[in-house]
């Protein structure tokens, strides 16, 4: 018994039933709520779909921005990623790097880069080098952070282990360490995949030149008051950010599947 | 300080004290030889500093009085916690001490092969260690020691989480270790029916700053039947080390 709380024993079907709901309160509405002039606020769900994606045009159009985002989502978490285990390995090398190292990692955090575009468009052009960089910037800082934690929560006894063969820096950060923070590392990509998808969408609407992702495809409909397309364009950016999480979540428990089971055992 | 004779002991400790950085007094005036072969069992209250005295013989710390002193070209250490690495296998976990020392596959693959089957574990080398019961992977940890052919083995009550029957049934494993390895063995407990049953000799420490109170000899030879847990010479050290750790009443 947990608290009165019972497991359904089909777990799709209430989400299912919500989601039949929303569409319903959607349709409710688009034809009860707006009178046919302010339809275009919310056009009904089936409209989205016809001139969104059923339109050959307007389809190919959508999923030229999806690629060119996803490109740049995907390959700024990838240079984020590598760029951000190296600084957490650095980092964790000695306590003197960390806290030299530590306030700026804090500002870059709190800093807004979407603030930045302008002036990263002014010094790099508004091509895809810059809005991979706004992406890596975007999605630097969990990384770093979840991959030093993972590093340095590694057990005393682990470490006594390795101290008493007599290993050395490498040994135990390639066999010891690196391991043992995968999870704290993955963690860390989900935090971040979802940042990354932020930043080559909403970096996108910054942009305004350039080939158009899906997020100044969202600008433009905007301006043209195109809502169906509007609304499908922003469906597709909400899908691609949901695809990237639940494949890190699928990733993340395969290749740390010793984690959430382990029970003591060290 | 006193002179230590090293000459045919593993390890051993002349006058040795341990005072830690906060003030805390660990151990103080710990005299004690362990000669090639001997298995000795160190039982004392807790945090009488027994961990203290593993970790002073493995030289994980040093002593701030006396001398340690080893003779043993190799020493493993069985730690209370198992402290298998969980994204390993069995096998893999067992070679590490080989790969960290740079031997060759075949001859890490050779040792690893021989400690799991000494453990009894060959139809598991495949699995990892969360899905493995406690007892098991306390064997693995041992196997993983014995990939050392350790002279010295230090062993911090590796049994003390396991349950009485798991417990009595790796004593009788380890003695046969012991029996096909003759390593010697420093080994420390909280039970006192493990203690005697394991031991050559039983040294029983005071509560902080630990010194040895009391050293009792354990008649029995090796191999040591099970059986002999119920004979009346052993009932009668128990009782007297028992007794001892209890101390005059306060």
């Known amino acids: 018994m947990n608290g009165g709380r019972t497991a359904p024993r089909r777990p799709w079907i209430p989400p299912l039933v919500l989601f ?195 997020g100044a495809l969202i600008d433009l409909y905007r301006g043209r008051l195109q809502s169906e397309q509007l609304f499908a364009a922003v469906a597709l950016a909400s899908l691609l950010g949901l695809a990237v999480f639940l494949a890190f979540g699928a990733l993340s428990r395969r290749v740390t599947d010793w984690h959430s089971t382990q029970d003591g055992g060290h | 300080m006193v002179l230590a004779q090293t000459i045919g002991a593993a390890l051993s400790f002349s006058g040795v004290g341990k005072r830690y950085g906060d003030g805390t007094e660990a151990l103080s005036g710990i005299d004690l030889t362990v000669a090639p072969g001997e298995f000795i069992s160190v039982i004392g209250p807790s945090g009488c500093g027994k961990s203290t005295l593993l970790r002073l013989a493995a030289g994980l710390t040093t002593a701030t009085q006396g001398l340690v002193e080893r003779d043993a070209r190799s020493v493993g250490y069985v730690f209370q916690d198992p402290t298998l690495l969980p994204w390993r296998s069995v096998q893999a976990n067992v070679e590490l001490f080989g790969e960290l020392n740079g031997l060759p596959k075949a001859e890490r693959r050779r ?73 010697a063995a420093l080994f420390v407990t909280h039970s006192v029916a493990e203690a005697v049953f394991l031991a050559t000799r039983v040294i029983v420490l005071s509560p902080r700053p630990g010194r040895i109170l009391a050293e009792f000899h354990v008649p029995f030879g090796y191999p040591r039947p099970g059986e002999a847990r119920f004979s009346q010479e052993f009932a009668r050290i128990a009782s007297q080390v028992s007794a001892c750790l209890r101390g005059p009443l306060t």
Request: aromatic share 10%; proline share 5%.
């Open chain 1, 20 to 214: 039949v709901v929303m569409i319903g309160v959607w349709y409710a509405v688009s034809y009860l709520l707006l009178s046919p002039d302010r339809r275009f606020l919310l056009p009904p769900p089936h409209a989205v779909v016809q001139v969104g994606f059923l339109d050959a045009a307007n389809r190919a159009e959508l999923l030229t921005g999806l690629r060119l985002s996803t490109e740049v989502a995907l390959i700024g978490l990838a240079v984020a990623t590598v760029v951000g285990v190296a600084l957490a390995i650095v980092m964790a090398q000695a306590t003197w790097i960390e806290r030299s190292l530590h306030p700026y990692l804090v500002i870059l955090q709190t800093i807004p880069i979407l603030a930045l575009v302008p002036l990263f468009g002014f010094w790099f052009g508004f091509g895809f080098f810059t809005r991979v960089l706004v992406c890596v910037l975007i999605a630097l800082f969990p990384i770093v952070t979840n991959t030093l934690f993972g590093l340095l929560s590694v057990d005393q006894a682990h470490h006594d282990l390795f101290t008493l063969q007599g290993a050395g820096r490498l040994a135990r950060l390639w066999k010891l360490q690196l391991p043992a923070a995968l999870p704290s590392i993955f963690t860390g990509l989900r935090i971040s995949a979802g940042l990354a998808v932020i930043g080559a969408v909403v970096g996108d609407f910054f942009f305004r030149q350039g080939e158009p992702g899906i």
């Open chain 2, 111 to 183: 040792r690893a092969d021989e400690a799991i089957a000494l453990v009894g574990l060959t139809e598991f080398t495949r699995r990892r260690p969360h899905t493995l019961s406690g007892g098991m992977r306390m064997r693995v940890s041992l196997a993983r020691s014995l990939t050392l052919e350790p002279e010295l083995l230090l062993l911090d009550e590796p049994f003390g989480s396991l349950d009485e029957i798991t417990r009595e049934r790796l004593n009788d494993e380890l003695l046969r270790m012991f029996g096909a390895r003759r390593f």
